[in-house]
């Protein structure tokens, strides 16, 4: 058998770290000059369609935002312009009750449970009120009514036209003159509004 060599350096007991060389980290080119060096970063691109993306979800929370507002405001123009119930007044000489330019008829109009209701104080005397109703579609109860007075069916009379403003359209009730009051318009009438 051979024996063993143990093996031996010729490095002295106590130098083995002079050996070693001593690194430096020099720092980066692009930082400041005397700013602690930093790790080198990657640059991430953003893909332009995220940002597109992005984009139209600001632009429709923008306009749901914008469209609540818009609604409320609108509320509160109607709530100060009309009250609470929506109520209108006008005064028209329309030819019924004895009314003339001096005791002309007073017209009321209240948004009340659905329904459109006018009151007539023909020439401005309540003992001789007269009550007409008709109802409104797709509204809480918010809606504006205003009234027009105009000759639709060319018998030389004024006639009560209804206008009641819904959120998105207008809905339109035509009331003919007969002389002594207003009927409801039918199919037979011809109008021309």
Request: glycine share 8%; proline share 6%.
């Amino acid at each position: 058998m051979v024996a063993k060599e143990e093996l031996t350096t010729s490095i002295p007991p106590g130098h083995e770290k002079q050996m070693t060389k001593q690194l430096q980290v020099r720092p980066n080119r692009n930082s400041a000059p005397g700013s602690a060096p930093s790790s080198t970063h990657k640059q991430k691109n953003v893909h332009w369609l995220l940002l597109v993306g992005l984009g139209m979800v600001v632009a429709l929370i923008l306009w749901i935002i914008g469209s609540v507002v818009l609604a409320w405001g609108i509320q509160r123009y109607y709530d100060f312009h009309y009250g609470n119930p929506r109520t209108y007044q006008v005064d028209q000489v329309v030819g019924q009750g004895r009314d003339s330019p001096t005791h002309p008829s007073h017209f009321i109009v209240i948004n009340y449970n659905h329904q459109a209701i006018v009151i007539q104080l023909r020439a401005g005397d309540p003992a001789k009120a007269i009550t007409y109703t008709t109802a409104i579609y797709n509204d809480n109860g918010e809606a504006p009514i205003t009234l027009e007075f105009r000759d639709v069916t060319g018998d030389g009379k004024l006639d009560m036209i209804i206008h009641i403003h819904l959120l998105n359209q207008e809905q339109i009730t035509v009331f003919i003159n007969n002389g002594e009051q207003f009927i409801p318009a039918n199919d037979s009438d011809h109008m021309k509004l």
